[in-house]
């Protein structure tokens, strides 16, 4: 009996030193120990958003990837990532669209919290990486999102971008004026 209570104390123990592991989404990286796992427990940014800029329709379609392994030089452990796909529409046509990627393809990952607490999203690009850079999502509400999008300048080339069209690559993310509101659909 004594046996039984000692393994049920050392289970108990067990459950509760792995749930201490884990912490927010908004936890600073300098505060991240070796093997923790960053959880988003809200589910805040999950979802379908929208917004009318100009003669375009951007839907964003956010979701999360739980427990993806990240691996870095001082330290390595376990997030949820968030992930958008998009799809930009101008005059109900489609012109531009990540909906259909699978998870492998998807091109605008979570990165973490910035100091204004917005999560900080790496976006690789357009064809041949035009328009990589940083996007800021802030959750303003329920709601809504607000959106700052900051492209890397980029010389492209076809020499660089062998495929590269001649009447040049566009970035339809909107980027200008900076904070966009985004409405939960």
Same mark, same amino acid.
């Given at each position: 009996?004594?046996?039984?209570?000692?393994?049920?104390?050392?289970?108990?123990?067990?459950?509760?030193?792995?749930?201490?592991?884990?912490?927010?989404?908004?936890?600073?990286?300098?505060?991240?120990p070796?093997?923790?796992?960053?959880?988003?427990?809200?589910?805040?940014?999950?979802?379908?958003?929208?917004?009318?800029?100009?003669?375009?329709?951007?839907?964003?379609?956010?979701?999360?990837?739980?427990?993806?392994?990240?691996k870095?030089?001082?330290?390595?452990?376990?997030?949820?990532?968030?992930?958008?796909?998009?799809?930009?529409?101008s005059?109900?046509?489609?012109?531009?669209?990540?909906?259909?990627?699978?998870?492998d393809?998807?091109?605008?990952?979570?990165?973490?919290?910035?100091?204004?607490?917005? &999560?900080?999203?790496?976006?690789?690009?357009?064809?041949?990486? &035009?328009?990589?850079?940083?996007?800021?999502?802030?959750?303003?509400?329920?709601?809504h999102?607000?959106?700052?999008?900051?492209?890397?300048?980029?010389?492209?080339?076809?020499?660089?971008?062998?495929?590269?069209?001649?009447?040049?690559?566009?970035?339809n993310?909107?980027?200008?004026?900076?904070?966009i509101?985004?409405?939960?659909?």
């Amino acid at each position: 009996m004594k046996n039984k209570a000692f393994l049920y104390l050392l289970i108990s123990l067990f459950s509760i030193s792995c749930k201490a592991q884990q912490y927010p989404l908004s936890i600073k990286y300098s505060q991240i120990p070796n093997n923790a796992y960053i959880k988003d427990m809200n589910n805040e940014y999950i979802g379908t958003w929208k917004c009318s800029f100009g003669n375009k329709e951007i839907f964003l379609y956010i979701t999360k990837q739980e427990d993806r392994l990240i691996k870095l030089i001082s330290k390595s452990y376990h997030s949820d990532v968030l992930l958008i796909k998009y799809e930009i529409l101008s005059n109900n046509q489609i012109i531009e669209s990540t909906k259909n990627f699978t998870i492998d393809k998807i091109n605008i990952t979570s990165m973490g919290k910035s100091k204004n607490n917005s &999560v900080v999203f790496n976006y690789e690009g357009g064809k041949c990486h &035009v328009g990589n850079g940083l996007i800021y999502l802030k959750y303003v509400d329920l709601t809504h999102l607000k959106w700052n999008f900051r492209p890397d300048s980029v010389m492209l080339t076809n020499i660089n971008c062998p495929d590269y069209p001649a009447g040049g690559i566009k970035i339809n993310l909107p980027y200008e004026p900076s904070d966009i509101i985004f409405t939960k659909q």
